[in-house]
């Protein structure tokens, strides 16, 4: 479970696929506050289908299709296995 700032890119991530709270984290009473909150939520969090999506989409494996893929296309040569892309972390 993430507890992140809620400006930025993770402001964007972080609801998006369910991945904790964001706070503002230059408030010390609202960033201790969302600490605790955080801390307490964690024992009980489980990753969404989405963000379940999201970890596999960055897993090393993926990045070495991708490589892969990309490779073999500039060599004019057919990869088998094809990765995970945005498209599917999205949709599923």
């Known amino acids: 479970m993430l507890l992140a700032a809620n400006s930025g890119w993770l402001a964007y991530m972080v609801p998006k696929f ?3 709270r964001l706070c503002d984290v230059q408030d ?3 960033f201790a506050e969302a600490l605790d909150l955080a801390l307490h939520e964690a024992k009980a969090y489980k990753l969404s289908a989405a ?3 999201l ?3 960055h897993s090393s494996e993926n ?3 991708e490589w892969r893929r990309e490779l073999s296309r500039m060599m004019g040569k057919l990869e088998g296995a ?3 892309d ?3 972390v999205l949709n599923g």
């Open 18 to 20: 369910s991945l904790g």
């Open 28 to 30: 010390p009473e609202v």
């Open 51 to 53: 963000a379940e999506r």
């Open 55 to 57: 970890v596999e989409f």
């Open 63 to 65: 990045f070495v299709l």
């Open 82 to 84: 094809s990765p995970r």
């Open 86 to 88: 945005w498209n599917w």
